[in-house]
């Protein structure tokens, strides 16, 4: 049976400007639709997790949910406060405010050490606050344009997710300013072509244009939670160049070899490195749907962008990449003929007019050759030296990166500093919320009461308690004032004394109340617990997929063993010089960043999702030419040399192309998006060379022809099917 991938890769061949246009007007459709159905972005209901999500959800339904709360706080920078001055200002301000039609309520000045403070709650939703934050701005400003000896600034949930986003669009545009050039410069180098060092970096980029378009969509079954993009541009640009890379290298390696015409060449790469990048895309995209079982909107956001760009960048290399190999193909051969004309001496079809043929460079050569000699030495030693880059993993801390932890860069962060120095109690706080029936209401309501009296007591409690009911009675919340950051210690020790031992002893007492506490602790504390809660079944599910993926690929329960070992120590020795250089201060100097002493609560798991999908990329690619050896009758063992020494170039520079994508996230102010570009890049160094050029030969070379157990990957293959075999590189 024709393999499918030919017969597309056939089609786009001969008919090479329909399957450009196609492909075109498929990206136009996805971005048309996209606008016409618009994106739909996860509200705080989407967020909840935990007992906190359960409050939430319980005080959203009674309208006592958390409102988008901004502060206008009047200091003096040149030392002591003129209390007469800062309450005209004060006053100033709250007028201005309440004439807004953006604001919900305007709270009375409080004053502190050489401080006022005017809080502002707007109207609606607390994630939409940075859409109607800037006329406050606006209002703050001019206010402190009125006194300017004085200095009035403001801050608050809305203003700083304004700054944080605005800082990401500006990151991400220095992102694509560092990554596309020199992913086309190290394109450049590798084919030494313009036209086909442009054609990857083209059908990345429209594979990513697409996806946006068809995420927009799909934001309707899977809201967005404002991580999308960013996903897209990471994992897309990287997978997108990856697999174009792949098959046009074999299809150059063919023209090198004096072999075919350009359909045929077309045609071969797609029956050898085609199908690689069909198995390769289906496991990426497998492996990052695992993160659906995580059942949190951030991480299904995260899923439905990996396996959306991955898919569209698969379906890019069947279809309108054959046709511009076509049409590239037939031009080079034209201009052969027409070199040969000119310069008769020389044949047309002469070495020195085509690419060079692959094969391993020097570096390579010298080490599969050490490989080949001691190979169980080579094994220990490159085990080792993962075991003990993983190790510091041993020791890793999770937090959920609160507001606290983003970048002093944000002039509105600088603010909240200021805000939390003078008015500690802002901070945080602890919500207690409770659902009962409407005649229990009072009840409910002086067992709060008793809890707020048992509250003033604890040290990590202060300010004044406030106690609210729904209008018809239901739901009430108290809401308790925390002088400490959500990750500190003595904030997470009273979220426990609150849960375990205040909430039991008053509002245990009403019979049929459901209570439930949140807050910026909870949150804090629940979104951690929740994810180490479905890590079992993440991962046991991931590693079942990698291994079937496999077992389907290659036919050999054996590869899949391997496969999955391989990826593991790859991952946990990513992870672990992560916890090495973020948990510590050793490199804040290097990285440009300030050590929190712990990793964001969704980094690993988001990495050892993405890590397992992106190590099948090139375990897919390399055991493929082995297979192509193995099959023409080249013994497993010499096949392994061959094989990996093939295919050391293509990866090498596929290698380089993604740590330069990932790597340009390191430079990045926020937290989350830095640890996740080291650690990716990271990864791919190790993937690349360390567990690709040592650990699977060498582990290879030891198996033998048990490799394929429990057959010998004996498939008779089909003509589409059969590859060309170049004569081994590396002399038995």
């Not at 567990?691 to 048990?706: D, K, M, S, T, Y």
Request: charged residues 20%; glycine residues 8%; hydrophobic residues 50%.
């Amino acid at each position: 049976m024709t393999n499918p991938t030919v017969q597309m890769a056939r089609w786009s061949a001969h008919h090479p400007w329909r399957a450009i246009a196609g492909w075109f007007l498929f990206v136009a459709l996805c971005l048309g639709v996209g606008a016409a159905v618009g994106g739909n972005p996860a509200t705080g209901k989407d967020f909840g997790v935990g007992e906190a999500g359960r409050a939430e959800s319980m005080a959203l339904d009674g309208g006592l949910q958390q409102r988008p709360t901004e502060h206008v706080l009047i200091t003096d920078p040149d030392g002591a406060l003129d209390r007469t001055e800062a309450q005209a200002a004060a006053r100033d301000v709250a007028a201005r405010m309440e004439r807004l039609p953006e604001v919900r309520s305007v709270a009375s000045p409080v004053e502190a050490e050489g401080a006022v403070r005017v809080t502002v709650v707007l109207k609606g939703a607390e994630l939409d606050g940075k859409k109607h934050v800037e006329p406050l701005r606006a209002q703050t400003a001019e206010v402190q344009q009125a006194y300017p000896g004085l200095r009035v600034e403001e801050t608050g949930g809305p203003s700083v997710s304004k700054g944080v986003e605005k800082l990401r669009g500006e990151d991400l545009s220095r992102t694509e300013m560092i990554a596309l050039p020199v992913t086309l410069l190290t394109l450049l180098v590798v084919f030494r072509s313009a036209s086909m060092a442009l054609v990857p970096l083209l059908l990345a980029l429209s594979s990513i244009a697409a996806s946006i378009g068809l995420s927009m969509v799909a934001s309707h079954v899977f809201p967005d939670a404002g991580v999308g993009a960013n996903i897209i541009l990471l994992v897309g640009l990287a997978v997108g160049v990856d697999y174009t890379l792949f098959y046009l290298k074999r299809e150059r390696e063919e023209r090198a070899n004096g072999r075919l015409d350009a359909r045929m060449r077309v045609e071969l790469a797609a029956a050898t490195s085609g199908r690689a990048v069909v198995v390769s895309g289906v496991a990426v995209a497998a492996s990052s749907a695992t993160l659906y079982l995580v059942d949190d909107v951030i991480f299904s956001s995260i899923a439905t962008a990996a396996v959306l760009v991955t898919m569209v960048a698969v379906v890019s290399s069947l279809t309108v990449l054959p046709a511009l190999l076509a049409k590239l193909g037939a031009r080079a051969e034209r201009r052969e003929r027409r070199r040969a004309a000119r310069n008769k001496p020389q044949a047309a079809g002469s070495s020195r007019n085509r690419p060079h043929a692959a094969g391993p460079g020097r570096l390579t050569r010298a080490v599969l050759e050490a490989t080949r000699r001691r190979p169980a030495a080579t094994l220990a030693l490159a085990t080792a030296v993962l075991l003990a880059l993983a190790a510091p993993l041993l020791g890793l801390k999770l937090t959920d990166m609160g507001r606290e932890t983003h970048p002093r860069a944000i002039p509105a962060m600088q603010t909240y500093d200021r805000l939390n120095a003078a008015f500690p109690e802002l901070k945080s706080m602890h919500q207690v919320v409770v659902r009962s029936t409407p005649d229990r209401a009072p009840q409910v309501r002086a067992a709060l009461q008793e809890l707020a009296e048992r509250a003033a007591d604890d040290p990590a409690i202060t300010g004044t308690p406030e106690l609210r009911t729904s209008p018809d009675g239901r739901i009430s919340l108290l809401e308790l004032r925390v002088p400490h950051y959500g990750s500190d210690k003595a904030a997470t020790d009273s979220l426990d004394r609150l849960r375990d031992d205040y909430v039991p002893a008053t509002v245990g007492g009403v019979a049929g109340a459901d209570a439930a506490v949140t807050g910026d602790v909870a949150r804090y504390a629940d979104y951690p617990e929740h994810q180490k809660e479905k890590l079992p079944l993440v991962v046991a599910t991931l590693l079942l997929v990698t291994f079937g993926m496999t077992v389907w690929a290659f036919r050999s329960v054996v590869l899949a063993g391997v496969g999955v070992v391989l990826n593991l120590l790859s991952a946990a020795a990513s992870l672990g010089v992560l916890v090495a250089v973020f948990q510590h201060e050793w490199a804040e100097g290097l990285l440009d960043f300030t050590s929190t002493g712990s990793i964001g609560s969704r980094v690993p798991l988001f990495l050892f999702v993405i890590l397992f999908g992106l190590s099948m990329d090139y375990q897919i690619f390399v055991v493929s030419r082995i297979q192509e050896a193995v099959r023409s009758g080249v013994p497993t063992r010499q096949a392994v040399l061959d094989g990996i020494g093939s295919s050391a170039g293509v990866v090498t520079s596929a290698a380089f192309v993604m740590v330069t994508v990932f790597a340009s996230f390191v430079p990045l102010h926020i937290m989350e998006m830095k640890q996740i570009g080291f650690s990716l890049a990271v990864a791919v160094l190790l993937d690349a060379f360390l567990i690709r050029v040592l650990l699977l030969p060498a582990l290879l070379l030891l198996l033998g022809e048990r490799t394929w157990w429990p057959g010998r990957n004996a498939r008779p293959v089909s003509r589409d099917e059969a590859p060309v075999v170049r004569e081994p590189q590396i002399v038995r």
